[in-house]
């Protein structure tokens, strides 16, 4: 399910519902990193060496997680995230209207999750979710960060490329 819509076994739809919803933000160095991972040229850990399901349901939740980091989505956040889905299935549509809805978790609880090969991916698509204007979101991001145990390199490197600056 979800393979097939952001890369998967069967490098289908390189980035396609990550790249839906960062609206085209140029990544640098990131984005050939996501690419080769999700289309499976850069040890993501499917089949293949690309991103496995479980993978990508990681990479849509720390997005999904990261834009309640405010304290809430709100029905427009929701829409304006939907909307950008384009051609998904049911059941895509379904997870993500799922992860949507289900309760915030907190960063150290997202990072738990998240594989150590995946730590930088998974900052990058929660930095990119969220247009960080608030204490909160900034905050959030620095826990997450530090709960992934990135070096402080690491996380710059990712700002750098997506042009954002914590407040």
Known sequence: MLGSMIGGRNGAMVGGLIGSLVGGRQIAGLGRSLK???SGGGGGGGDDGGINDDQAQILVRAMCNAAK????????????????LGDVSDDERAFMQSELSAPM????????????DLKNEAYAVSLIAINVDTMEEADY?????????????????????LGVDLL
Do not use: F, T, Y
């Open 105 to 116: 978790m907190s960063a150290s609880q997202l990072a738990s999750q998240v594989p150590g």
């Open 36 to 38: 080769n991972k999700m």
């Open 141 to 161: 991001l620095r826990e997450l960060s530090s709960s992934l145990g990135m070096s402080e390199s690491d996380r710059n490197d990712i700002h750098d490329d």
């Open 69 to 84: 980091a405010d304290g809430h989505i709100d029905e427009a956040e929701s829409n304006a995230i939907l909307g950008e």
